[in-house]
């Protein structure tokens, strides 16, 4: 799915263990390179606030190394097949 000028280069659904799914997890264009943003929603006061996301630093890490590395290939596969617009894994 192409996304435009949009930030976002993929909208992902991250299943743990078979047992529990997160959807709308985003690869985004941040400040300093693409970043993983978590699902979020909007408060009232506008401010938006993340509905899941790791506790911990390592299991960031883990989370986001898995998801980039999905993001990774399938651009890869795209591109070999002559695919140009972003993905949605």
């Known amino acids: 799915m192409h996304y435009g000028d949009s930030k976002i280069k993929a909208i992902f659904s991250v299943t743990f263990d078979n047992a529990f799914v997160v ?3 985003k690869v985004v264009e941040g400040p300093n390179g693409l970043i993983v943003a ?3 929603r909007k408060r009232p006061d506008g401010k938006y606030c993340d509905i899941f996301h790791p506790i911990s630093t390592d299991a960031r890490e883990v ?3 898995a998801i980039m590395a999905a993001y ?3 651009v890869a ?3 070999q097949d002559g695919v140009t617009a972003d993905v949605t894994a």
Request: proline letters at 7%; zero cysteines.
């Open 72 to 74: 990774n290939e399938a």
């Open 38 to 40: 978590m699902p979020s």
């Open 77 to 79: 596969q795209a591109s």
């Open 63 to 65: 989370v986001s190394s």
């Open 23 to 25: 959807h709308d997890v």
